[in-house]
């Protein structure tokens, strides 16, 4: 199938490995440019290198920085020539249970999960034609909540609903707005979340057995898909979250 992504310019956050990572090589692999972001400097780098100079150049940037939003659409603005969509993605929260999570924490992850990502949209609008798409990185926690990941379960399903909003909003300029839901996919973060448990190899055997599939997702399985809703030929996909998870959710 041709996506229609030959020219097109797309800016990914959290990109300098993992689903943001695979989303852009999936792009960039079917005629896309892309401008990266991540909070390290020498990652960017390296990832754009990656990816192929000429299609790919990167920027270091923390959404929850307030400034972050500004910088990242001027740069691309400079080194796409033209801005077709986004992929934002965050880092995930700390983890941990509701009642030992400390205000602090709560406060720093909503200015991280929620008002950078929102800050970001309203920078990229007034350069959003139609034909446009912008695609948050959820979690399953947005249908089902995931031990010990109190904030996630907390923040994800509001995430959620704003996006169902957005995309209320948006639809009549003729922008889509979606978000994703990665199931367990074999990124740094997974293997983070394993190795606090205390025996990361049957914690990973236990969630396996818990999937329909009965194995963990590579990076380039939720890219694809990632790259496909972005695209063009996916222009009547809008105002939903689609799990990308193996079958691991219960919920329809």
Same mark, same amino acid.
């Given at each position: 199938? #041709?996506?229609?992504? &030959?020219?097109?310019?797309?800016?990914?956050?959290?990109?300098?490995?993992?689903?943001?990572? !695979?989303?852009?090589?999936?792009?960039? #692999?079917?005629?896309?440019?892309?401008?990266?972001?991540?909070?390290?400097?020498?990652?960017?780098?390296?990832?754009?290198?990656? =990816?192929?100079?000429?299609? +790919?150049?990167?920027? +270091?940037? *923390?959404?929850?920085?307030?400034?972050?939003?500004?910088?990242?659409?001027?740069?691309?603005?400079?080194?796409?020539?033209?801005?077709?969509? !986004? =992929?934002?993605?965050?880092?995930?929260?700390?983890?941990?249970?509701?009642?030992?999570?400390?205000?602090?924490?709560?406060?720093? +992850?909503?200015?991280?999960?929620?008002?950078?990502?929102?800050?970001?949209?309203?920078?990229?609008?007034?350069?959003?034609?139609?034909?446009?798409?912008?695609?948050?990185?959820?979690?399953?926690?947005?249908?089902?909540?995931?031990?010990?990941?109190?904030?996630?379960?907390?923040?994800?399903?509001?995430?959620?609903?704003?996006?169902?909003? @957005?995309? *209320?909003? @948006?639809?009549?300029?003729?922008?889509?707005? =979606?978000?994703?839901?990665?199931?367990?996919?074999?990124? #740094?973060?997974?293997?983070? @979340?394993?190795?606090?448990?205390?025996?990361?190899?049957?914690?990973?055997?236990?969630?396996?057995?818990?999937?329909?599939?009965?194995?963990? &997702?590579?990076?380039?399985?939720?890219?694809?898909?990632? +790259?496909?809703?972005?695209?063009?030929?996916?222009?009547?996909?809008?105002?939903?979250?689609?799990?990308?998870? &193996? &079958?691991?959710?219960?919920?329809?």
């Amino acid at each position: 199938m #041709d996506l229609g992504l &030959g020219g097109r310019g797309y800016l990914l956050t959290g990109a300098s490995r993992g689903l943001g990572f !695979a989303t852009a090589r999936a792009l960039v #692999d079917d005629g896309a440019r892309v401008l990266i972001s991540a909070r390290s400097a020498d990652a960017v780098s390296s990832a754009a290198a990656e =990816l192929g100079d000429g299609a +790919a150049s990167g920027v +270091a940037a *923390d959404l929850a920085d307030p400034g972050a939003a500004d910088r990242l659409v001027a740069a691309a603005r400079e080194r796409l020539d033209r801005i077709d969509g !986004a =992929l934002i993605s965050v880092g995930g929260p700390p983890p941990g249970a509701v009642l030992d999570t400390a205000d602090d924490d709560w406060r720093s +992850a909503l200015d991280s999960v929620v008002l950078g990502p929102l800050r970001l949209v309203r920078a990229l609008l007034p350069h959003l034609g139609e034909g446009a798409a912008i695609a948050f990185v959820l979690s399953t926690s947005v249908r089902e909540p995931l031990p010990g990941l109190a904030i996630s379960n907390g923040l994800r399903p509001g995430l959620a609903m704003t996006i169902k909003s @957005l995309a *209320d909003e @948006l639809g009549p300029r003729g922008i889509r707005v =979606l978000g994703l839901m990665p199931g367990t996919v074999a990124t #740094d973060r997974m293997t983070e @979340l394993w190795s606090a448990s205390g025996d990361p190899e049957a914690a990973r055997s236990t969630t396996e057995a818990g999937i329909p599939l009965r194995r963990i &997702g590579e990076p380039e399985e939720f890219g694809r898909v990632a +790259a496909f809703l972005l695209s063009p030929a996916a222009s009547y996909v809008t105002g939903t979250v689609v799990a990308v998870d &193996g &079958g691991r959710l219960r919920a329809p």
